[in-house]
């Protein structure tokens, strides 16, 4: 009956993220929502997404907690790590145990067991033979991804990809890039907003995003467009 439940779930999810993609979307709003049901409906205790800009360097797009955007931003820092070796090589990433003493990536291993993660799932976003971004799970407990679990997440990757460059940008090249680095682009603005909003409410960097998500889709505006408000000091969720 669980499994049922679950798939059920699944479903809604993909379901749900189709609706958005016809209907129109918040690109950065879209991942966000695609990586907390990663998080929530697969075997993760946490979930990331990062992708590329113009230039070919990542950048963390989405995280379902603070956590995981710390332990990314580190593998940018470094330039190595399994979510950027997942965006290099193309390749599925997996780590089942971090505190192996044959576990790759010296100062991931140690950032990532610093946060309390034991293992880590990266999967490439891949667009016709190229490579965007990665999809990134992280647990708490060693251990690999179930087969069912790796399915769905890598059908949720796809979905990613689908949401970044619709259909409708496809058409034209120039239009598909300027969508992705609008997307990039927002996200730096939100983070500023999160920092404001931290140190105005007193709250932590997780909290801080939830209250200015919430604003946004309770007043029906567009997330960027608040975040943007909120550094400029002319809206206070």
């Known amino acids: 009956m669980v499994a049922e439940t679950r798939e059920r779930r699944l479903v809604g999810t993909f379901v749900t993220l189709a609706d958005t993609l016809v209907a129109g979307y918040d690109v950065v709003d879209l991942l966000q929502t695609l990586v907390e049901a990663c998080a929530e ?46 965006f290099t090589t193309g390749i599925v990433m997996e780590v089942d145990d971090l505190e192996a003493p044959s576990a790759r990536w010296p100062e991931f291993r140690e950032e990532a067991l610093s946060q309390g993660f034991r293992s880590v799932h990266a999967i490439p976003l891949r667009l016709r033979g190229s490579v965007i971004g990665t999809l990134n799970l992280f647990r708490n ?42 997307a990039l682009d927002s996200r730096v603005v939100i983070e500023q907003a999160k920092g404001v909003i931290a140190q105005t409410r007193n709250v932590d960097m997780d909290r801080a995003f939830r209250i200015l998500r919430s604003y946004a889709r309770d007043n029906n505006l567009n997330l960027h467009d608040v975040a943007a408000r909120v550094v400029a000091r002319t809206v206070t969720p």
């Open 41 to 86: 409906l697969l075997d993760a205790s946490a979930a990331g997404l990062m992708l590329a800009d113009d230039s070919g360097d990542l950048a963390v797009m989405a995280s379902t907690s603070e956590r995981s955007r710390l332990v990314e931003i580190m593998q940018l820092r470094y330039g190595h790590g399994p979510c950027v070796e997942a």
């Open 141 to 182: 407990e060693p251990g690999f991804l179930t087969p069912e679990d790796a399915a769905a997440a890598q059908g949720l990757a796809d979905v990613a990809t689908i949401g970044i460059l619709h259909e409708r940008t496809l058409r034209e090249n120039s239009v598909a890039k300027e969508q992705l680095q609008h």
